[in-house]
């Protein structure tokens, strides 16, 4: 379920419980002097490199030195994500939409991040407010069609999401899944 999940994210992510401490005097030497910029193009260099934690660290510390956070929260929940550190992308991403709660796509990420850690009642409840303000998000109406279907047992309410879902989006992603669902699940009056 949780590969499944992560699939669906990682198309909407910009791109992670708590952030991790970061030891600046083992993360590197002349760190306390490092601008903003540097700490955000060395985040970069470990991220190609393949050191995930390394760039979560360099990204947050980014962030704490005033590197632009739309950017940087977008690199920082991506390399959370590739390192499955799912609660980690969590508390990032919880703590930029504290300051910034119409960041719709991100909410939408949240939601599914606390779905793949099995927090049903928090992805339902995120993914409501997402399809309360944006109406046409058809991947959160998809998500939570999944959602009442598969997390809840709910296949009679997922219908409608369903609906919702092919409605905004009749060539969408998952449109055949859809059809056949709702076509295997006795409503024939799919769009």
Known sequence: MRACLVALVVPFCFGCGP?????????????KQAS??????????????????GAEQYFAAAMERGYDPAVAVKSLLDVCVASSRYQSALGH????LAEHPAD?????????LQQALGNTA????????VISEQPSHAPAH?????L????????????ERY????????GGEHAIEVRAWLKSHGNGATP
């Not at 998809?142 to 999944?146: E, K, N, Q, S």
């Open 36 to 53: 903003a910029q540097e700490l955000f193009a060395q985040a970069r260099a470990r991220q190609a490199q393949g050191d995930l934690l």
């Open 163 to 170: 609906e919702h879902y092919l409605s905004l989006a009749p």
């Open 104 to 112: 719709w796509n991100l909410r939408f990420l949240v939601a599914t």
């Open 122 to 129: 928090e992805a339902k409840a995120e993914l409501e407010r």
């Open 142 to 146: 998809y998500a939570l069609a999944v």
């Open 19 to 31: 952030p991790p401490t970061v030891d600046r005097a083992t993360v590197a030497p002349g760190f």
């Open 148 to 159: 009442l279907r598969d997390g809840l047992g709910d296949p009679a309410a997922a219908v």
């Open 93 to 96: 991403a919880q703590n930029y």
